[in-house]
């Protein structure tokens, strides 16, 4: 892998968000650029349903859009 990885993972997903210690580590070790975020309280595809979880969806699709934006420009040239 030569691209840089930007990962945002819900809060309220378990199954998944069990990898992410695993992947840490893993990036780590081969040097690799790896950048996440959690957003509590968020479930399963928080971008795709924004009106779930209370509004966790939409906060958390709120605050990780334009962490996007900004990795795509710094890392899109």
């Known amino acids: ?3 840089p990885v930007l990962a945002f993972y819900a809060g309220n997903d378990a199954r998944i968000g069990a ?3 695993a992947t840490e580590a893993a ?4 040097g690799k650029s790896y950048e996440h975020h959690t ?7 928080f971008m795709f349903a924004q009106a779930g979880a209370g ?3 939409l906060k ?3 605050q990780s859009w334009p962490l996007a934006i ?8």
Not at 27 to 30: S, T, V
Not at 70 to 77: D, E, G, P, V
């Open 1 to 3: 892998m030569h691209a």
């Open 19 to 21: 990898t992410v210690p």
């Open 27 to 30: 990036m780590q070790k081969l």
């Open 39 to 45: 957003y509590d309280g968020a479930g399963h595809g």
């Open 55 to 57: 509004g966790a969806n």
């Open 60 to 62: 958390a699709a709120e």
């Open 70 to 77: 900004a990795f795509f420009k710094k890392n899109l040239q």
